[in-house]
């Protein structure tokens, strides 16, 4: 196939070359992968050379993509496939993409999984347990999300947090007749949230006192 004329366009996040060929068809391609193959008007294209064109445009719209994606806020590796599969790229390119975000740093579980613990620590309305199930559900290790959440799973810091949430819910509990079952409904919204099963009786004593006196 013979290139036979070249259309550049500019967009708004990007540059593009598209390669028109002697038969009629035509592909866009990034710009930088243009450069890279030094693409130009008579220049013979092989299907072989062709192939490895659209391979290598892919690689680099995911990577793009994926930069773009992970510049608003930190992600796992895991939501970082997610999106891109959902954008339609290859598994190839997909893999490619999530290689090169974890080798320059744009990507790191660790460090998601210890960013999204001390955002959770700091709102106050999920214990441990819940923001270690959702760290596992994003793909990071039971191991580092626990590691993660070592800090708000510290018994003071977990009664501290409790007691916030059962301060919000206890005006709806206080006044209702069977107190022995206000009590038990303020200590499984305690574990619904992720707290450990003494912190919930703990707090949950707090508020309604020794639930034996019912």
Not at 138 to 165: C, F, H, N, W, Y
């Amino acid at each position: 196939m013979l290139i036979t004329d070249l259309k550049y366009q500019q967009k708004r996040n990007a540059s593009e070359v598209s390669l028109v060929f002697d038969d009629g068809s035509a592909i866009a391609l990034d710009a930088d992968v243009a450069v890279r193959f030094h693409v130009a008007r008579g220049m013979q294209v092989s299907p072989e050379l062709l192939e490895e064109i659209r391979q290598t445009d892919e690689n680099v719209r995911a990577r793009k993509k994926l930069i773009q994606y992970l510049a608003l806020r930190k992600k796992s590796s895991s939501d970082a496939r997610i999106y891109l599969k959902k954008a339609g790229f290859s598994p190839v390119s997909t893999d490619e993409a999530i290689a090169a975000a974890l080798r320059l740093g744009y990507l790191n579980d660790v460090d998601f999984a210890e960013a999204f613990a001390r955002t959770h620590q700091k709102i106050g309305k999920k214990g441990p347990r819940a923001v270690t199930a959702e760290l596992q559900a994003r793909g990071i290790t039971r191991d580092e999300a626990q590691r993660a959440v070592a800090s708000m799973a510290e018994p003071e810091t977990q009664m501290e947090m409790a007691r916030k949430l059962a301060a919000k819910k206890y005006p709806i509990l206080k006044d209702q007749p069977d107190q022995a079952k206000a009590s038990r409904k303020l200590a499984q919204h305690l574990a619904r949230r992720g707290f450990d099963p003494d912190i919930c009786d703990r707090v949950t004593r707090e508020f309604f006192g020794d639930p034996t006196v019912f």
